[in-house]
C-alpha cells in the first residue's frame, strides 16, 4: 500500500535559519502530494499541494516541489519565524479523491 | 464558511462503553473522512463517505465501530464496547469532489481517552 515518511524531529532551529524538512512517498499510480501544518491547540491545516511532477507547492513562505525521479516533496522555507513552530505532517492522496496517507509528522521548534 | 465542525471536543469514558462522534461538514462539500490520530503519530484512514454512501472502510475498523452519514450531511461515528487501544484523536475532514485528490479540510478533533 501507499506510505509516507518523513524525517524524524524535533527539529530545532534558530529564527532565520534555513529549514528544511525531508519527505518520500510510495504510492501506485500518481499521488498528489500535501504538507499540513498543526500548530499548538490547533487543528490540522492545508499548507502547499502539488498534484503533478516537477509541480512546485508554495505559501507562507514554504515551498515543496513534487519529484517523481526521487519520489520526495521535501519541505523548505528559507527563513523560519517563531511563529512557525508547529507539527508538520507530509501527505499523498490517490486520484480517486477518497483518503490520504500521512507521514508520522515532523515537530519544528525555532528559537528566538 | 463555518469550517468542519466536531462535538463533543473531549470524551473520557469506561472501557466497554458505547461512544458517539459528530461531525458537521462544510456546507457545500459532498466528501466526508474520519481518521484517527495516536499521540506522537500521523492520522490513519478509518471511512470515507461521498453524499451518504460509505464507500470505503479501512481494516483498522473493526466491526465495533460504524460510522452514518445519513442524510448526507453531518456524520456519526460510533465506538461499541471501547478499549483503552481505542484512546486517540479522531478527525473528521470533508472536501469538494474535484475529478482528483481535491483538499481535505480537517476539523479540530474529538479527544477520545478511554479508562
Given at each position: 500500500g501507499d506510505s509516507v515518511t518523513q524525517m524524524e524531529g524535533p527539529v530545532t532551529l534558530s529564527e532565520e535559519a534555513f529549514l528544511t524538512i525531508n519527505c518520500t512517498y510510495t504510492a501506485t499510480g500518481y499521488p498528489s502530494l500535501f504538507w499540513y501544518v498543526q500548530y499548538p491547540g490547533e487543528g490540522l491545516q492545508l499548507l502547499l499541494k502539488a498534484t503533478k511532477a516537477d509541480d512546485k507547492g508554495s505559501n507562507k513562505g514554504f515551498e515543496a516541489t513534487y519529484r517523481k525521479e526521487t519520489t520526495s516533496f521535501h519541505l523548505e522555507k528559507g527563513s523560519v519565524q517563531v511563529s512557525d513552530s508547529a507539527v508538520y505532517f507530509c501527505a499523498s492522496g490517490n486520484n480517486a479523491g477518497n483518503m490520504l496517507t500521512f507521514g508520522g509528522g515532523t515537530r519544528l521548534m525555532v528559537k528566538p | 464558511d463555518t469550517g468542519v465542525s466536531q462535538d463533543p471536543r473531549h470524551k473520557i469514558t469506561k472501557r466497554g462503553q458505547n461512544v458517539t462522534f459528530r461531525c458537521d461538514p462544510?456546507?457545500?462539500?459532498n466528501r466526508l473522512y474520519w481518521y484517527r490520530q495516536t499521540l506522537g503519530q500521523g492520522p490513519e484512514f478509518l471511512t470515507y463517505f461521498q453524499n451518504e454512501a460509505q464507500l470505503e472502510k479501512s481494516r483498522l475498523l473493526s466491526d465495533r465501530f460504524s460510522a452514518e452519514r445519513p442524510k448526507g450531511s453531518f456524520s456519526t461515528l460510533e465506538i461499541q464496547?471501547?478499549?483503552?487501544?481505542?484512546s486517540a484523536m479522531y478527525l473528521c475532514a470533508s472536501s469538494l469532489e474535484g475529478g482528483g485528490a481535491e483538499t481535505q479540510y480537517f476539523g479540530p478533533g474529538t479527544r477520545l481517552l478511554v479508562l
Amino acid at each position: 500500500g501507499d506510505s509516507v515518511t518523513q524525517m524524524e524531529g524535533p527539529v530545532t532551529l534558530s529564527e532565520e535559519a534555513f529549514l528544511t524538512i525531508n519527505c518520500t512517498y510510495t504510492a501506485t499510480g500518481y499521488p498528489s502530494l500535501f504538507w499540513y501544518v498543526q500548530y499548538p491547540g490547533e487543528g490540522l491545516q492545508l499548507l502547499l499541494k502539488a498534484t503533478k511532477a516537477d509541480d512546485k507547492g508554495s505559501n507562507k513562505g514554504f515551498e515543496a516541489t513534487y519529484r517523481k525521479e526521487t519520489t520526495s516533496f521535501h519541505l523548505e522555507k528559507g527563513s523560519v519565524q517563531v511563529s512557525d513552530s508547529a507539527v508538520y505532517f507530509c501527505a499523498s492522496g490517490n486520484n480517486a479523491g477518497n483518503m490520504l496517507t500521512f507521514g508520522g509528522g515532523t515537530r519544528l521548534m525555532v528559537k528566538p | 464558511d463555518t469550517g468542519v465542525s466536531q462535538d463533543p471536543r473531549h470524551k473520557i469514558t469506561k472501557r466497554g462503553q458505547n461512544v458517539t462522534f459528530r461531525c458537521d461538514p462544510i456546507s457545500e462539500h459532498n466528501r466526508l473522512y474520519w481518521y484517527r490520530q495516536t499521540l506522537g503519530q500521523g492520522p490513519e484512514f478509518l471511512t470515507y463517505f461521498q453524499n451518504e454512501a460509505q464507500l470505503e472502510k479501512s481494516r483498522l475498523l473493526s466491526d465495533r465501530f460504524s460510522a452514518e452519514r445519513p442524510k448526507g450531511s453531518f456524520s456519526t461515528l460510533e465506538i461499541q464496547r471501547t478499549e483503552q487501544g481505542d484512546s486517540a484523536m479522531y478527525l473528521c475532514a470533508s472536501s469538494l469532489e474535484g475529478g482528483g485528490a481535491e483538499t481535505q479540510y480537517f476539523g479540530p478533533g474529538t479527544r477520545l481517552l478511554v479508562l
